[in-house]
Structure formats: C-alpha cells, structure tokens
C-alpha cells in the first residue's frame, strides 16, 4: 500500500516559478514508480512526468519538456516537481502517483495509488 499526499500549489503569475512536492508512504514507494499528472477544468487527466525507483531517466510530456523539472529522494521518500515559465495553460489539479511496476509508464490506468491533488493556477 502507498500514500501519496501533494503540496505547493498556489495562484502564480504566468513567467513564474512553483515548486510541487510529493510525500509517499508506505514499504513498496520507494520501489514503485512515481508520476505526476495534471487535469485541467473540463479536460481530461494527462500525463506530465514520470520516473522509476532508480531515479532516472526521467520522461516528460512535450508540453512541459525544459520547462518543468522532476525530482526524486528515496530517502526523504519524496518527489518533486519544479515548474518554470509557467503558461496558464498550466493551471490544473496536479496529482502525484505510483506504480508498482519498475516500467515507466505514461498511462493513468498503469498507476495504483493517487494523492488527492493540490490545485495550480496560472494567471495571465
């Protein structure tokens, strides 16, 4: 079983910057694959970013590529998400989740466990 809880969102002007972070609990987290992902109003749930246990690679949808930058402390079991220059096309709920597979994967039917989101605001 694994516990995932979100925190860092807020209302930010487009051109900043925000800082996501993920506490995971629970024995199989730090073996797991931990992913964000985002859902905008109206929208469906899409992927942003994701990275296995070993910390690395780690994949990016496009649309967030060298803008957003995902991180990973086994130790600290906690996964971040740095995200720059946001767009307001950025504002969403951002979820972290995890997989026990080893796999990467980018789907949302791959992922076992969800947080409850932490909403993200981007004004123009």
């Known amino acids: 079983q694994v516990h995932l809880v979100e925190s860092g969102g807020g209302l930010v002007q487009a051109g900043e910057s925000l800082t996501l972070s993920c506490a995971g609990s629970g024995d199989t987290f730090r073996t797991s694959t931990v992913g964000w992902f985002r859902q905008a109003p109206g929208q469906q749930r899409e992927f942003v970013a994701a990275v296995s246990w070993r910390g690395g690679p780690i994949y990016y949808a496009d649309s967030v590529k060298r803008r957003f930058a995902m991180s990973r402390d086994n130790g600290a079991s906690m996964v971040g998400l740095q995200m720059n220059n946001l767009k307001p096309e950025d504002t969403a709920v951002y979820y972290c989740?995890?997989?026990?597979?080893?796999?990467?994967?980018?789907?949302?039917?791959?992922?076992?466990?969800w947080g409850p989101g932490t909403h993200v605001t981007v004004s123009s």
């Open positions: 989740a995890a997989d026990r597979s080893a796999v990467v994967r980018r789907t949302i039917e791959s992922y076992d466990y």
